[in-house]
């Protein structure tokens, strides 16, 4: 995993591929781009695995593929402008699957403290 250097304009270009923020304002959805990081992962390279406990983080694919491997469910292939890992954001569980990088992919990656702290995520919001 390589961190990019933070860009704000790259983070909201990422975000606007993906559906699941267009009801986003342009303030709240550049809000998310301030918080965002964009990290690189090599084909074969785990974004994290089944059981973990470090679930603080979710993911927007801003290109390459990923594969989630559940145990229970056939697995599930995510491609830019995907979002996934967002359970984690709402719950101290442990990760319910693995994610590993089918080819090199670049994600957009929003850490849980960095939302309560930019008062993004707030009582009245979820």
Same mark, same amino acid.
């Given at each position: /995993? =390589?961190?990019?250097?933070?860009? &704000?304009?790259?983070?909201?270009?990422?975000?606007?591929?993906?559906?699941?923020?267009?009801?986003?304002? *342009? *303030?709240?959805?550049?809000? %998310?781009?301030? =918080?965002? #990081?964009?990290? &690189? &992962?090599?084909?074969?390279?785990? !974004?994290?695995? /089944? $059981?973990?406990?470090?679930?603080?983080?979710?993911?927007?694919?801003?290109? +390459?593929?990923?594969?989630?491997? %559940?145990?229970? @469910?056939?697995? @599930?292939?995510?491609?830019? $402008? #995907?979002?996934? +890992?967002? !359970?984690?954001?709402?719950?101290?569980?442990?990760? /319910? +699957?693995? !994610?590993?990088?089918?080819?090199?992919?670049?994600?957009?990656?929003?850490?849980?403290?960095?939302?309560?702290?930019?008062?993004? =995520?707030?009582? *009245? @919001?979820?």
């Amino acid at each position: /995993m =390589i961190k990019h250097e933070r860009d &704000y304009e790259l983070n909201l270009q990422v975000l606007n591929l993906c559906r699941v923020f267009d009801s986003l304002s *342009e *303030e709240e959805k550049s809000s %998310l781009a301030e =918080i965002g #990081e964009l990290f &690189y &992962y090599q084909k074969g390279e785990k !974004v994290f695995d /089944m $059981g973990d406990i470090r679930n603080n983080h979710f993911y927007v694919v801003d290109s +390459g593929r990923l594969l989630l491997k %559940l145990r229970t @469910k056939q697995a @599930k292939e995510y491609e830019k $402008g #995907e979002l996934f +890992g967002e !359970v984690a954001i709402f719950t101290e569980g442990f990760r /319910m +699957g693995s !994610v590993v990088a089918v080819e090199d992919s670049a994600l957009l990656v929003f850490d849980k403290e960095k939302l309560l702290n930019s008062n993004f =995520i707030t009582p *009245e @919001k979820h």
